[in-house]
């Protein structure tokens, strides 16, 4: 495996138009949250997504409220021959594709061979995890709706869980063997994901602002749930970063 190019983003992102490469591009979440359409297909992202886009694919991206992420752009990538998204479970796929940003961004003179190395790493982790997901399509479509009314506290889990069909009892036990959390802590965890992005990269706005952003009416709730995922407060995150 060669690589062609890596970069990150270094705003928040609301929109990317339509576009296709004449390579393989792995496209991971590294904050907030949006929906990645490709093929026509829409894929929900938040941070930890991992989507691998053959070459020759057009795909696009778009979110309200914005999201970051790190791309990687390759000559080859395995058994890949299709859309695949997965979630890195570990965050071992982001912190390799780091480390790659960096090694292309020095260009060391044994550089080519360092990438290659991190490259096939990040390939074998890819298929670990691309081949435990996306057992139940309708998660994935949950998933998709909570991407897209991150924002909206009118948002309700088990009235579109009834919309698509499925018993929440049903829909609980499923989406926890898929993801690992339960439909309720998977959807707060990617609200404090963008929370996280907009402090850092909103700082005009209150923490109160963005607790509404977010789909919190409490700001008092907000700052728990924040803290209990990050071990800090929204003001400490924000003066750390």
């Known amino acids: 495996m060669k690589l062609i190019f890596c970069s990150q983003s270094q705003n928040v992102v609301t929109a990317v138009k339509p576009h296709s490469h004449p390579c393989y591009e792995i496209i991971i979440t590294t904050g907030g949250s949006g929906t990645l359409r490709a093929n026509g297909e829409d894929i929900a992202i938040n941070h930890g997504t991992v989507v691998v886009i053959p070459p020759n694919t057009e795909h696009e991206n778009f979110s309200e409220r914005g999201f970051c992420d790190l791309y990687i752009q390759t000559d080859y990538f ?60 309708f998660v994935r479509r949950l998933m998709a709706l909570m991407a897209k009314h991150v924002g909206d ?12 069909g499925v018993s929440y009892d049903y829909m609980r036990r499923c989406f926890l063997s898929e993801t690992g959390y339960t439909p309720l802590e998977y959807f707060t965890r990617m609200r404090i994901e963008h929370a996280k ?8 706005l209150t923490v109160q602002a963005i607790a509404a952003e977010c789909g919190f009416c409490d700001q008092y709730y907000f700052s728990r749930c924040f803290k209990k995922l990050t071990g800090i407060s929204p003001k400490a995150y924000r003066n750390q970063k």
Do not use: Q
């Open 78 to 137: 395995g058994s890949f021959n299709a859309v695949s998204s997965f979630m890195d479970e570990t965050g071992d796929i982001e912190s390799l594709a780091l480390l790659l940003y960096t090694v292309w961004m020095r260009r060391a003179e044994n550089y080519e061979a360092i990438a290659s190395s991190l490259l096939s790493a990040i390939y074998e982790y890819s298929v670990s995890f691309a081949k435990g997901s996306g057992k139940y399509e």
């Open 153 to 164: 506290t009118a948002f309700s889990i088990p009235t579109e869980t009834a919309r698509l």
């Open 197 to 204: 992005t907009s402090l850092v990269h909103n700082r005009n």
